[in-house]
């Protein structure tokens, strides 16, 4: 099953959405720091309302760290962006994929993009909209994922 990363998260109340969709759909969440809040923050815990115990959650200290687990366990890095190449309907999902999102204010390091095995957009119809909401975009980069790995029968 995919993995969902969040790469810098700023914002306590989009990881924490995050964080509910994680547990209601099994999946496993990282946490790369540092981070724009503390684990332990009421705005975050709220959000995840009282699921948190249903999250298999990893934080990683740094960069470095997450790397090294991801080598650990393989798989491919799937970049959402806007600066991605593919759309992500389009894109063919796999069981072992990394979805990796950036922070709400910068999107994913560059060095981060560079090392992905594939950088995916989300389409938008108005032009003057920069992005969507991370917890969104979250949402719907792995509801297709799931779609495509026939994750979505119960």
Known sequence: MPQLVLVH????PNTGNIA????ATGTE????????F????????RAGLDYWQYVNLHYHESLDSF?????????RWVGFSVKGESNYIEYQF??????LFGSETTGL???????CHARVYI?????GVRSLNLSVSVAVGLFEARRQLGYLRV
Request: hydrophobic share 35%; charged share 20%.
């Open 38 to 45: 503390e684990i332990s923050d009421r705005y975050l815990k």
């Open 67 to 75: 790397k090294n687990y991801y080598l650990e366990r393989g798989g």
């Open 123 to 127: 389409p938008m119809a108005q032009t």
């Open 94 to 99: 796999q069981a072992d994929d990394w979805l």
């Open 109 to 115: 390091p560059p060095a981060v993009l560079s090392a």
């Open 29 to 36: 969440l990282h946490l790369v720091a540092p981070l724009g």
């Open 9 to 12: 998260p700023q914002i306590p």
């Open 20 to 23: 509910r969709t994680c547990a």
